[in-house]
């Protein structure tokens, strides 16, 4: 079976190794006593847990790297991931992924050329952004060949557009706003129409432009 060698015996280790333990012969490795020990008892036989200093050549020498198919660097430590993706460049592990945890080093990981790389940080800031988009947005299409978004928001009765007319919306974020879903009707609102708390608004137009009434709207 193909070897998948982890660097780092932590909680994303241990979930990652059991998505890929069909496909791959895993090997984890941290230099952590305790650390490797709750990756064992997590995985018992699915795994190999090795106990050792991943940023060191002969360490993954001994656990297969120069077999190795796929190398993930998961760790928490910037400095101890690159040193192991070095490695495993040097080695010719045709994939190689990276956990990166300070932005500020991305420049170091892509020097060195490897397959991809994880910004822990932009998928925090997506996250949140995502469970603020959520709070106000229905559904959301976005047209990739004209990059318009089509998208329902539901106003909430705290929200600051409530006593706004519709053109305040369309002045205001460059926007259209054909349809307004209110009191279980669906009408074509007019410039002057003034939102009421509950309403859910049709609106379409430049995905920048939606995002921006997205986000306002979300930190309300």
Do not use: W
């Amino acid at each position: 079976m193909r070897i998948a060698i982890i660097v780092g015996a932590n909680n994303i280790s241990i979930n990652v190794a059991k998505t890929l333990m069909d496909k791959y012969e895993i090997v984890i490795v941290d230099s952590n006593d305790e650390a490797c020990s709750r990756a064992f008892k997590a995985l018992k036989s699915s795994a190999l847990v090795y106990r050792g200093d991943p940023g060191s050549e002969d360490v993954l020498s001994e656990v297969g790297i120069d077999k190795a198919e796929l190398f993930l660097a998961l760790s928490d430590d910037d400095e101890l991931n690159h040193r192991a993706c070095s490695i495993a460049v040097g080695k010719g592990v045709p994939i190689i992924i990276a956990r990166v945890n300070n932005k500020s080093n991305e420049d170091l990981f892509r020097e060195l050329n490897i397959t991809s790389m994880i910004n822990v940080e932009d998928l925090v800031t997506s996250a949140i952004e995502a469970i603020l988009t959520k709070r106000v947005a229905e559904s959301i299409f976005t047209d990739p060949s004209t990059n318009l978004s089509f998208v329902i928001i539901r106003v909430d009765e705290k929200s600051q557009i409530i006593g706004k007319q519709i053109s305040y919306i369309v002045d205001n974020y460059e926007v259209a706003v054909p349809y307004v879903i209110t009191s279980g009707r669906t009408i074509k609102p007019s410039g002057d129409y003034v939102v009421e708390g509950n309403d859910e608004l049709v609106i379409v137009g430049p995905s920048a432009s939606i995002n921006k009434l997205i986000k306002e709207l979300s930190t309300e």
